[in-house]
């Protein structure tokens, strides 16, 4: 292969210990994808003629995680002899025939940006170097190896924490774990390094010294936004990586032309895509694969999962998952849109409405306190306050169908499996069990029967047989009145 080719490798072996999770490291969340999506994402801008990523804990986890964003990747097993350098020795034994660039990266360096790693590359090349390292200036660099510099400002040799005298640990240039490599050099000085350090581990930093003392040509990027360097190893740096990558895709969406109101209460993930003059209200999650359309407002306080929300809807104070909004609907507040749900356009799911595996119709509105589950609704109907959609019969879910311009009066069930055809209306109270043919009136009316005197006799002393007493005398009183008046 020529030697402007270029091979990544994705070093994915870590348990990530200090995690204190039974979830791999590298599959940990932020912004819409696992650690190690984002480092292969960042990678595949450039390009590369292969990516091989080095995988051990949990190994089909992170494996089928790999093969998921990159179905070509070439995924090598790390042995029981630990550290970085034994990841990329293994790495370059499935890398037999490349005589290229290698760029080595770290799957739990998630912020790093194609522009940086380019940048890394050119001057790599340009320089012809052996080796040629991303370094960051940190203010507080505690945990990461730090860059020595010989006295002519080149890179001299990395100390990792563990091994670094008092003098070495003031350093702030830190070694953010991302490497170009000529593949000749890398391979010819990889083979002399040792576990001969405080972890016992053969480090993959020690290849800088001695290609240095052979002679070679190493030298250092500094990273113009030290969060490129931010590595995750717990808790709270994996919250703070959230935190700057939500940033960076609030700003983006911002530049692109979407007016987001409070950035730090809104997270977006860098999976989801807002279309100019989007408003985001404060309070909002938009995440996974959620697209917001044209003139969309969203929120406050509303939260959107693998939705498609159309030009110009409005929602507010609104919980959906796996459902679709049509243009100029809108949705809330208090509603929560279950998969499946489809709202047409200029449709109306209201206040505290819960909807599942459902399709309401163009100009249709479902305004306030109902369950519309399994239904198919047409155009143009209104459902009373109170609508529910009974789809449940103990053994299995059954559908409701109600045709175009039905209007149902408040607190109706309709009993699936049944039909409400085109045009048809349903009286106050109904309980619709059967199928209604269009254009008719259904009720379920019973006759009011008043029991007299039921409280005196089943609740007596009670506050209400009380005010029964009060009632009767005041009427007495009124009628004692009438009749004087009459005489």
């Known amino acids: 292969m020529s030697g402007n080719s270029l091979a990544v490798i994705v070093l994915a072996a870590g348990q990530g210990t200090r995690m204190k999770s039974s979830l791999p490291k590298m599959l940990h969340r932020i912004g819409g994808r696992t650690l190690v999506g984002h480092v292969l994402d960042t990678a595949l801008v450039l390009e590369p003629d292969t990516v091989c990523v080095v995988v051990r804990h949990e190994r089909e986890l992170v494996a089928t995680a790999v093969r998921e964003a990159v179905p070509g990747a070439v995924v090598v097993d790390q042995d029981e002899i630990a550290g970085t350098g034994r990841a990329v020795q293994v790495a370059l034994d499935a890398l037999t025939d490349f005589d290229g660039d290698i760029l080595v990266l770290s799957g739990d360096v998630p912020l790093l940006e194609s522009d940086a790693l380019g940048a890394l590359l050119a001057q790599h090349r340009e320089a012809q170097a052996s080796a040629t390292l991303l370094s960051a200036t940190l203010e507080d660099a505690t945990g990461y190896g730090r860059i020595i510099r010989d006295a002519q400002g080149g890179v001299a040799r990395i100390v990792e924490?563990?091994?670094?005298?008092?003098?070495?640990?003031?350093?702030?240039?830190?070694?953010?774990?991302?490497?170009?490599?000529?593949?000749?050099?890398?391979?010819?000085?990889?083979?002399?390094?040792?576990?001969?350090?405080a972890q016992g581990e053969m480090y993959l930093t020690d290849v800088v010294a001695l290609m240095r003392q052979a002679g070679l040509a190493v030298g250092a990027h500094i990273a113009p936004d030290a969060a490129t360097a931010l590595g995750v190893n717990d808790r709270v740096q994996l919250a703070e990586a959230a935190r700057v990558l939500n940033a960076r895709i609030v700003r983006h969406w911002q530049l692109e032309g979407a007016t987001i109101l409070d950035p730090a209460t809104t997270w977006i993930d860098a999976t989801a895509s807002l279309a100019p003059d989007v408003t985001v209200l404060p309070g909002c999650h938009i995440l996974r694969a959620t697209t917001v359309a044209t003139g969309a407002t969203i929120g406050p306080d509303t939260s959107l999962v693998d939705c498609e929300v159309g030009e110009n809807a409005i929602l507010t104070r609104t919980d959906a998952t796996l459902a679709v909004i049509g243009a100029g609907a809108t949705v809330g507040p208090f509603a929560y849109l279950r998969p499946g749900t489809v709202l047409g356009d200029s449709g109306k799911i209201g206040t505290f409405v819960e909807t599942k595996n459902s399709t309401i119709g163009e100009r249709s509105k479902v305004p306030h306190l109902s369950y519309i589950g399994d239904t198919t609704i047409g155009n143009g109907v209104n459902l009373g306050a109170g609508a529910i959609t009974a789809n449940y019969d103990d053994l299995a879910k059954h559908r409701t169908e109600i045709g175009d311009e039905v209007h149902s009066g408040s607190h109706n069930v309709f009993v699936a499996p049944v039909r409400i055809g085109a045009g048809a209306k349903t009286g106050a109270g109904a309980v619709i069990r059967k199928d209604v043919p269009p254009g008719a009136l259904a009720l379920s009316v019973a006759p009011q029967r008043n029991v007299e005197g039921w409280v005196e006799q089943n609740r007596p002393g009670t506050g209400a047989a009380e005010a029964v007493a009060k009632a009767r005398a005041a009427q007495k009183a009124d009628d004692g009145a009438n009749e004087e008046e009459d005489r």
Do not use: M, P, W
Not at 164 to 175: C, F, G, K, L, R
């Open 161 to 197: 924490q563990k091994d670094a005298t008092a003098d070495e640990a003031s350093v702030s240039e830190i070694n953010a774990g991302v490497y170009a490599f000529n593949a000749r050099a890398l391979r010819t000085h990889l083979a002399n390094i040792t576990t001969a350090n």
